[in-house]
């Protein structure tokens, strides 16, 4: 069994740290890579004009597919939107399942989620989903294949939500879900000049809608702001077990100081978030989907708050006597998103059954 070490983990590297400071503006960085963004629009252009002209193939799958993304490099706010639309659709009588590339896992190859299935397999947003979500999902760098084998494996699935992939143009897609958080598109140019991977458009696309995951609108595009906060707390082997967090304990902690880690593209917004709710924490940012194969705190440390993302990685034997406390975000799309996306959607009564893909 690992042992908790007495080191901090380091957070983002300094690199990337002053790359993602370079996208907030047309800096001597940002101007140094912008011929590199040139090549990577011209490409990307060419690659979109393939897929219009029909060179390459479109594969239609007998589902609907609603695909949540960011325009932006970096976490956005895209898992906790899926598992807010896939919520939704349940509510409405869909059957939904999810597909996801599973960043950061071993491998590209196409595995369908289950309880049992470590983080490092799976991913930690994916396995967070499964069993937060209870409904089936399946990682794989190419979609198509993951949705493929998610209709065979779970053939009730009537739905499908594409955890990113609005530049996998090779699926096709019936709805999109555009998520901004208060970034916006950065300087406007794109990677790796700036944070976009693809032009920013000057209005909605076709069958979209914009979901702001910030305070205030962050582009000009018209949508609806995502509301936040925190669900409460709960132990780490209770959250294992399934049991919800509870307010009464999110309170509790305000009594003592804790220790917040955050293993999130922009651990910041969890501690702030944390700060808001009255607590005294000791901020320690971990890098982006951190493993967890040593613990990052001491020993010593009495009291832990971390998100759903890490819990996923912890197991509760793992812990020793540091009293670890999971804060699951309450995410809420708002009612506009709600009706506008599904009405992009045919509904549960005009679905199809099941058949082979068609290109």
Request: glycine share 10%; with cysteine; hydrophobic share 45%.
């Amino acid at each position: 069994m690992a042992t908790p070490t007495e080191s901090r983990a380091p957070s983002q590297g300094g690199g990337a740290q002053r790359l993602q400071q370079a996208w907030l503006t047309r800096g001597p960085l940002a101007c140094a890579l912008l011929p590199i963004a040139w090549i990577f629009g011209a490409l990307g252009g060419l690659r979109l004009r393939l897929y219009r002209v029909g060179l390459f193939k479109i594969i239609r799958l007998p589902v609907p597919i609603v695909v949540v993304g960011n325009l932006i490099a970096g976490g956005a706010g895209k898992t906790p939107t899926v598992m807010a639309v896939v919520e939704l659709l349940r509510s409405r009588g869909f059957v939904p399942g999810v597909i996801s590339r599973g960043y950061g896992r071993h491998g590209d190859g196409v595995v369908d989620v289950s309880e049992e299935v470590d983080a490092r397999m799976a991913g930690d947003e994916p396995l967070l989903m499964r069993l937060r979500l209870r409904a089936p999902v399946v990682v794989g760098r190419d979609r198509v294949a993951a949705a493929q084998e998610l209709l065979r494996r779970h053939p009730s699935t009537d739905v499908i939500v594409s955890d990113d992939g609005l530049q996998h143009l090779r699926l096709a897609r019936d709805a999109q879900v555009l998520v901004f958080d208060q970034r916006g598109a950065g300087n406007g140019w794109l990677l790796p000049a700036g944070p976009l991977r693809e032009p920013m458009p000057a209005r909605v696309p076709p069958r979209s809608v914009v979901l702001y995951n910030s305070p205030a609108p962050s582009t000009a595009l018209p949508g609806s702001l995502a509301s936040t906060g925190l669900a409460g707390a709960v132990p780490l082997a209770q959250w294992w077990l399934g049991l919800p967090a509870s307010r009464a304990a999110l309170d509790d902690l305000r009594r003592k100081p804790v220790l917040a880690a955050a293993g999130m593209a922009h651990p910041e917004r969890f501690f702030e978030m944390l700060r808001a709710a009255g607590l005294t924490v000791e901020p320690l940012p971990l890098p982006d989907h951190f493993d967890f194969a040593a613990l990052p705190w001491p020993a010593s440390a009495a009291d832990v708050v971390i998100t759903e993302k890490d819990a996923v990685k912890l197991k509760p034997a793992r812990t020793g006597s540091t009293r670890v406390w999971v804060v699951p975000l309450d995410f809420r799309l708002g009612a506009d998103v709600e009706r506008a996306l599904l009405a992009l959607l045919p509904p549960p009564s005009n679905r199809t059954t099941h058949g082979h893909p068609t290109s």
